[in-house]
């Protein structure tokens, strides 16, 4: 079971990165997936999720409208694309997968068992 990221960088306000992860095991084709956070000296937080399908998708508010998780089940991969990048969305961006088959777009980092190393993000202003 290996979840690696990709993608991230030092960009300025108002750019955009795309993040992938990457299942190298091709485990996780019927599993949920999600986007997690965590900023400088704060928790981690949820940021995006989608169905084990691509059905459906939950979004933080405060990334609502400027991030979009998608995924590739056929290239084994999940993406975040975020726009409108602000210097508060700086922080190491890990995406996580559910254990069970055929989830739903769980927000909770406790409805995931395996997890990325993680991806930096920084955004200056």
């Known amino acids: 079971v290996l979840l690696v990221e990709s993608g991230g960088g030092l960009v300025q306000a108002g750019d955009s990165l795309r993040l992938s992860c990457t299942d190298s095991g091709r485990t996780f084709s019927k599993n949920a997936m999600a986007w997690f956070r965590q900023p400088p000296g704060k928790e981690r937080e949820f940021v995006a999720a989608i169905s084990w399908s691509g059905g459906s998708t939950n979004y933080a508010d405060s990334v609502e409208g400027r991030f979009t998780i998608s995924r590739d089940n056929g290239k084994s991969t999940v993406y975040l694309q975020m726009n409108s990048l602000k210097p508060e969305d700086t922080a190491v961006y890990s995406c996580?997968?559910?254990?069970?088959?055929?989830?739903?777009?769980?927000?909770?980092?406790?409805?995931?068992?395996?997890w990325g190393q993680g991806a930096q993000v920084t955004v200056s202003s």
């Open positions: 996580a997968a559910d254990r069970a088959q055929f989830g739903s777009a769980w927000t909770s980092q406790y409805d995931y068992t395996y």
